[in-house]
């Protein structure tokens, strides 16, 4: 595990932020969230990675993202696991990023428009959860679809303040949850507002 968190790091450092904005390029290198159109965000690159290593990624895993946005976290998940099934609800953002990552050279990505607050139940269940887009609780569809063993990492509470939680099911299907912190996203559009 290690190994694979010093991997993820070395790619942090080497992933070009700015190849996922259009605009206020200039700004890439701050770390804070900045606009990328339609009331929404590309997050803090501190906060990327903290997450990225925070869902301790393996390599067979299944990952669902929610909220694809400008497709920078989705570069940040793809080289370190099998799939990534991401979804985003906002037709422009969701082009922008499946011609960016496929532009890179990522072909372990499956692309969804749709609202992500009920999932991607066809390709359920999987290893890994990311919510990048808080929810005012936590979406039961999301734990539905977690497996047995996996973990989910998502921002939950109102729309000025959340906390980041870090859940996992055990073997028995049982939820964990532990507060890694608190954090500030743009709201989960859906049945979880």
Not at 2 to 12: D, G, L, P, R, V
Not at 14 to 36: H, V
Not at 43 to 67: C, F, N, W, Y
Not at 103 to 124: C, M, P, Q, R, V
Request: hydrophobic share 40%.
């Amino acid at each position: 595990m290690e190994n694979q968190s010093n991997k993820i790091i070395e790619h942090f450092k080497q992933l070009d932020r700015s190849l996922f904005m259009d605009t206020l390029q200039e700004f890439a290198y701050l770390d804070e969230a900045i606009p990328i159109g339609y009331e929404q965000t590309i997050s803090q690159p501190s906060l990327v990675l903290e997450m990225t290593l925070a869902l301790d990624l393996q390599k067979d895993a299944r990952v669902l993202e929610i909220g694809t946005g400008s497709g920078y976290q989705t570069a940040m998940l793809a080289p370190f696991v099998q799939q990534v099934f991401t979804v985003e609800r906002i037709k422009p953002l969701a082009d922008q990023a499946k011609k960016r990552l496929q532009t890179i050279g990522f072909h372990n990505i499956e692309f969804k428009l749709d609202d992500g607050s009920s999932g991607w139940k066809e390709y359920a269940p999987y290893d890994r959860i990311i919510v990048t887009a808080a929810a005012a609780e936590i979406p039961f569809e999301l734990t539905e679809q977690l497996a047995k063993g996996g973990k989910m990492i998502i921002p939950v509470g109102p729309p000025r303040l959340q906390e980041l939680l870090l859940l996992e099911k055990n073997a028995g299907g049982t939820l964990t949850k532990e507060v890694l912190g608190e954090v500030r996203f743009v709201p989960l559009k859906g049945k979880y507002e």
